[in-house]
Every structure is written in C-alpha cells, then in structure tokens.
C-alpha cells in the first residue's frame, strides 16, 4: 500500500528543495491519535513540521530529501495503528467508500443485534415479575450473550482497537473509558449468564455501541462532506474530458491528462476543467465556485476562461492555457488545503484538555466505585459504568476544529479564501483596517475627472475632441473616455498614436495632440490650465495647449457600502496609499475616511502598521496582493483582492477572489461569529459534563441513558458547527 | 411454553439472515450514492456504453 501511496503523494518544492505531502490519516478519532501522529512523525530524522488535522483527518509533512524517504514516514504512521491513505484521485475516494461501507455494516449488525436483544430482556424482565422456567431464562440470556459476541468483536471493534492503540502509546484517548464501560459490563454480564444469577446487561452493551457507532458515523459525514470545502472545490472537477482532435473528431481522455494547448469540448452545464481561452463567439459562464459571485458572466472569444467554473451557455469549446495540476482552481485547492493541514493555536489548547479530562474521569469513575461499594454494592457496578459511558471529552476536542472549518466552508462559499489557519481566529480580534487605494477601493479602471480648458474652445468640446481621438487608441487610459459622447466631432484623419507620447490626428484642418504635456505642445501655459503637468493628461492643436483633463481610477461600485458596512463593525479606516496625495484624498472623502496618506512607500505603510500596533490596535491590511507583500505581512491580518491564478502568488492570510470589496465586511463578522460559536460549543461540553458526571456518580443514569447522553451531546457541538457552516449569511 | 425453546433459536437464524441481507446490500454498494441515482434519469449524457459482445 505504502508504495502506491507514495506513487500518488510526494512532491518536491522547487524553492526551498524540502519534500512536502499531504495524506489522509484513516482511523484517526480524537486529539490523542493526532498528537500521537505528530509526536512520532516528528521525532523522525529530516522531518521538518508535522501538522495534523483531526477535523478533516490531513497530515501533511515535510522534510529534507535524502534524510528521510515518505516510505518511512507513511510506515511510521502506520505502525501507531493508522492507515495512510493517498489524498488524491480515485484511490482516496475507493478508500473513503470502503470506510464508509465498513461502518455502515457496523451500525448494521450492532442495530439488529440489539433490537434482537432487547427482546430476550423484555422476556426476561416480565418473566421476573410472573415467573419463568429457570431453564427458559436461561436460554434467553444464553442466545443474548450468543449475538453481542459478534457486535462487540465486530461493530465495537472500532473502540476496543482505538482504546488498544491508545494504550500502547501510553496515552488516555477517549476510546479509553469507552472500551472500559464496554469490557466490564460484557464480563459481568457473562459471568452472571453462567453462574446463572444476577443482573445481564447484555442490552446495554449493544445499545451503547449502536449509538456511539452512529453518533461516529454522522460525525464522519458531516467532517468529510460539507465541513471539507476544499474536497468540494477539488470534487467539483470531472474526471474525465473531452478532448477534440485535429481531425475533428472527439476522445474522452482522464482529466490529468489535459496539457496546456489541447482543445476540449464542455458541454451545457458541466465544468471547465482547467484554464484555458474561449474559441467559440461567446459563452455564459457562473464562477460562483471561485468568485462568490453568484451572477452568470459572459465572455467572447479569445476571453480567459477559469476551472472550475459551469459553463451555463450552449457547448463550447476553449483551448487550454494550463495543465490540470496548474489552473486557477488547483491552485486554490491547494492554498486551502495548506490552511486546513495546520491546526489553530485555539483548537491545541483544547486537545491537551481532553487528554487530562479522560484521565480525570478514570480516576473519578475507580472512586465512584470504591464509594458504591462501601455504600451499596449492588448499585457500584451501574454508576460506574454510567460514569465511564456519559462523559464526553470528544464534545471538548470538537469544539474548535469543528468550529473552524466550518467557518472556512461557509467563507469559502461566497468567494473568500482563509489560506493561514490562525487568520480566523486574529481577524475576529482586530479594530483597525488600513485600506489600500489602488486596485482595492478603486479599480484598474482610468475614469474622467475635471476638465479644464482655454476660453475659446470650452471644456465640452474639448473633451468631444479628446474622445474622438481616444475612439482609435488602444492605451488603457483611453477607456476613460468611452462613455463621452463625440458625435459632434468628425473622425480624425491621419491618425498615429505615438508609443508613450499620445495619440494625434487631424480633426477640422487642425493637427491635435492628446497625450503628455511636452508632446500636447510646448509654449507657455494659457490662462486658466493648471499648473502641475504630471497629473493631468494634455490636449493640444498646432503645437498650442488647449485643455487638460484629470484621469483617476473610479472607486469601486461597492466600495462605499463596503467602507460603511466596516464602520459598522466598529473599524476604525485609515488609507495609505502609493498614489499622489490629491488622488488619495479625493477617494478619502469619497469614502469619508480621515486622515489619508498619499505618496506612501512600503516602508512607510509598513511603519505606519508597526506605530499602530504599538498603540495595542489589531490591523487589517487589505491590499492588492502583488506589490504589498511586505506590508501584508506586517499586519496581524492580511487580505489580498485576487482573480484566477494570481491567488497563488499572493502572501496574504486571506483572498477575496470575487474582486469585490464586499467580502472584507462578512469575512469580519463570520470571524467573530465563529469565535462566538468555539467559546459556545466549549461552554456547553464543560456544561454537560458539568451536569451528567454528578448524576452518573449519583446513579441516577441507567447505562443506556448514559450512552445516549455521550452520542447526543458530541453530535450536538458537530450539528452547531454544520448549522453555522449552511446558514446562508 | 415449550415451543419456546423452538422459536428463540429460530429468532437467531431469522437475525442471521436479516444481517447477511445487509452485508450483502452494503458490499453491493446500494448505500454508496443514495441522491445521484435518482437524478441519473433526468440528465442527459449520451455516452456511449461499453460496447455490445462481439458476434460470433
């Protein structure tokens, strides 16, 4: 299996030459067998981090090539009682299934057994009241000891091996009192059957395993299915493509198998499987897998297509831009996986919890016991057993992972991606926001400010001309001038753009110039033009300056809602940006916001993060993502604007991917309200251990009582987490 | 009351067979995909299947 495995899994990181993998840990259960898996694995030589998730079952290792080889890692996990399984492809998805069907048959076999069972007892206890032959009881708690046999070595196996492991690694795991509970009530009930007197609990016995095994098995669902948004993303792909050929035929070929320049085939509702550009005329699209955004997007020929988002149109066909390993959605499965192999500080401190809660309760369960027997023995054997069965240290270890990737999915559904694990938890506690103005409250998109221009031609007709020049450049700046109207103006003859000058042409016998100052035309400046040449664009005729017009990039359609949805949060906004000082202030009261810095190098962003830090505010920096990399990183919290595969490159613990600012605000709130749901779900575990543990010590629990209470409540803490991860926000 | 003693080994072998009957449909993968078989029908992929035995 391992060299199969290691067929699917290893991979070297050019940059830095460590070798790096990601696998499933299959039977991991609880915070011990993590720790465990991590404790082991980087106790071995060349390993360089070992980060293990229990909430979606990811270890991800890396190490030195050449010290250590993957075949003894994956042995080193396996010996500790664990099965590596490759995350990729089909053969994860076979052993997923097979798990599954493994507990279905479980489940199976310990219900039916313990519907059989609770039969016999009703037999028995009725037969206690009116009298039963001796020889008949006897039968009944014979052919009851004959079916929990086969459901505790088959459908409890899961428990008495996991609390084994446990034990050979000197480590308490919650499958510890479990396995306990179970081995003692089995022995006493056996020993009763043949000493033919006292109590049997033979239905307890698998009634407890039935419900712990379904709790698990919900529990495993709802970890795997929805709680796992980057296996939805990566699920999302086909498996197979159609490729067409230069005869004009069609193949099906693996997904893998798609090279960039192939040209495939989508058809009507399925997804685009890697990047690539559109041959046909136009095609409707829904990125909302990659963007959030949820309204379907045309695109015309020639336009970039990204994976992973549905072709909602007619067929069409696109020739691929990147292999299947490299497209835009790979890239993103591959950032959130990383996110999701490292576990948040918060969810570590609860693991070491757990571990002293379970051997607390040994302790306390051998001294209910002591005090019963002393008290009333015939009572010690059901508190104890109570005491094992109803506390629920997985409720505690759960809580926050849970939590977390619930958060994760929920973000990652409207576009926002938690690459860092720790984001989540230091977003929830920032009160500062330091905006950047290009390409984050302002897009890419040059657009029109004020016109100024000589008396005798007059600002309208200027702009008029500038436009119609403008209708035959291809330079960016020119889209400021789309939407002015120059049907007044004839076509310019003689057209000729001139590469980082402007553009000229002949409109009405006149040679006008549109461009930089010097090129626009020399002689000195004419009465009402301003006065600083950099920041405005030129029109000239015959070498004389006729008029100058303002260009700024145009805020953002939702940068003003975003800005006020953060002021509602109770943000403080500052903006610092590289731009000149008058642009940056006219965004800045746009927007409202005080206090603006233009002209900011780096350096000082980076220095004005550090003097707010020190002032003991938490900062959001929300950037671009590809020249801020410095200041990113300075903040407590980093977000970066991204589309398509720039998301790979950018340094920040967080993307907004929709190129939309409204995500900022959501991803806020979802921060704290997940931080909200961690500290409720540790409250209640601690409250329902709280509560049950006395009652149980007390005796007041029945075993069967005791089990459900420990299946209800750790699916409690899951079923929060869901809820909070479906709820559309 | 003796009939008892026929029925409850009885209920064993029924337990038998009704646990056999789900590893059997558990192995056979009738739980594996309980949604998408119902939506299989309203999509429409032609795809060809696997080719018809060749005549002899």
Excluded at chain 1, 93 to 114: F, P, S, V, Y
């Amino acid at each position: 299996m391992n060299a199969s495995a290691s067929a699917h899994l290893s991979w070297i990181d050019g940059a830095s030459g460590a070798a790096e993998t990601q696998f499933f840990a299959e039977g991991m259960r609880c915070a011990n067998c993590a720790r465990s898996i991590q404790r082991a694995v980087g106790a071995l030589p060349g390993v360089r981090h070992v980060d293990v998730n229990l909430a979606t079952s990811r270890v991800s290792v890396g190490w030195t090539p050449g010290s250590q080889t993957l075949e003894r890692v994956l042995d080193s996990v396996a010996a500790l009682g664990f099965r590596p399984v490759p995350m990729l492809g089909d053969a994860a998805a076979a052993a997923r299934g097979a798990e599954r069907r493994t507990a279905l048959k479980r489940i199976g076999l310990a219900g039916l057994g313990m519907m059989q069972i609770a039969m016999y007892t009703v037999g028995l206890y009725a037969g206690a009241f009116t009298g039963i032959d001796p020889g008949l009881a006897r039968l009944l708690r014979v052919t009851a000891m004959l079916i929990t046999v086969p459901v505790l070595l088959y459908s409890g196996a899961p428990f008495l091996r996991g609390a084994w492991s446990d034990l050979r690694r000197r480590s308490l795991g919650m499958d510890v009192p479990v396995a306990a509970a179970l081995l003692l009530a089995f022995a006493a009930s056996v020993y009763n059957t043949l000493r033919d007197a006292g109590q049997v609990y033979f239905d307890s016995v698998t009634m407890f395993i039935f419900f712990l095994l379904i709790g698990r098995y919900v529990e495993a669902a709802m970890r795997r299915g929805s709680l796992d948004a980057s296996e939805a993303l990566a699920r999302s792909l086909p498996a197979q493509v159609t490729r067409l050929k230069s005869d004009g035929g069609s193949e099906r070929v693996a997904l893998a198998a798609v090279r960039s320049g192939d040209r495939l085939l989508v058809a009507s509702g399925a997804v685009v499987p890697v990047d690539g550009e559109l041959e046909d005329a136009s095609a409707v699209l829904d990125e909302s897998l990659l963007s959030g955004e949820s309204t379907a997007v045309s695109r015309v020929a020639g336009e970039r297509l990204l994976g992973g988002s549905v072709n909602v149109g007619t067929p069409l066909r696109l020739r691929a831009t990147t292999n299947a390993g490299s497209s835009a959605l790979a890239s993103m499965v591959a950032l959130m996986e990383r996110a999701q192999s490292e576990r948040p500080r918060v969810s570590l401190a609860a693991d070491r919890a757990a571990a002293w809660f379970v051997g607390a309760i040994l302790v306390l369960s051998l001294a209910v016991a002591g005090l019963w027997l002393w008290l009333d023995p015939s009572r010690a054997f059901e508190a104890t057993l109570a005491v094992l069965v109803v506390t629920c240290p997985c409720a505690l270890s759960l809580a926050t992972p849970a939590a977390v990737a619930a958060a994760t999915a929920r973000l990652a559904r409207h576009g926002i991606l938690i690459t860092r694990p720790n984001a989540l938890e230091r977003l929830a506690q920032i009160d500062t926001v330091i905006l950047d103005k290009t390409g984050t409250l302002t897009t890419s998109q040059p657009c029109l400010g004020s016109v100024r221009a000589v008396e005798e031609l007059g600002a309208a007709r200027a702009t008029a001309v500038a436009a119609a020049l403008e209708r035959h450049s291809a330079h960016p700046l020119a889209a400021a001038f789309a939407a002015v109207d120059a049907a007044g103006v004839p076509a310019p003859a003689e057209v000729r753009e001139v590469a980082g000058q402007g553009i000229e042409g002949r409109i009405d016998g006149c040679r006008w110039r549109l461009g930089r100052r010097e090129f626009a035309g020399g002689g000195p400046l004419p009465a009402g033009l301003p006065q600083d040449p950099a920041e405005w664009l030129w029109l000239g005729c015959e070498d004389r300056l006729q008029a100058a017009f303002e260009i700024h990039d145009s805020l953002r359609r939702e940068a003003a809602a975003a800005v006020g949805a953060l002021r509602a949060q109770g943000l403080d906004l500052r903006i610092a940006s590289g731009d000149r000082p008058g642009a940056v202030a006219a965004v800045a009261r746009e927007l409202d916001i005080a206090d603006p810095r233009g002209r900011q190098t780096p350096a000082d962003k980076i220095a004005l993060v550090r003097a707010l830090q020190a002032e003991g505010h938490r900062v959001l920096m929300l950037g671009d993502g590809v020249n801020d990399g410095p200041v990113l990183a300075a903040a407590d919290v980093s977000c970066a604007m991204g589309q398509g595969a720039a998301v790979a490159h950018a340094a920040a613990d967080m993307l907004l991917l929709g190129d939309s600012l409204d995500g900022v605000a959501r991803a806020v709130a979802t921060a704290r309200r997940s931080l909200g749901l961690i500290r409720g779900n540790l409250r209640w575990a601690l409250g329902y251990n709280l509560c049950a543990v006395p009652a149980a010590a007390l005796g007041w629990v029945p075993p069967w009582a005791a089990a459900i209470g420990m299946s209800m409540s750790s699916l409690y803490v899951v079923w929060r987490a869901q809820r909070f991860a479906r709820e559309a926000a | 009351m003796s009939i008892a003693l026929l029925l409850i080994p009885l209920s064993l072998v029924l337990l038998v067979v009704a646990v056999a009957a789900f590893f059997w449909a558990v192995d056979n993968k009738q739980f594996d995909d309980l949604e998408n078989a119902g939506r299989q029908i309203l999509e429409d992929t032609d795809e060809p299947g696997p080719p018809p035995p060749a005549e002899r």
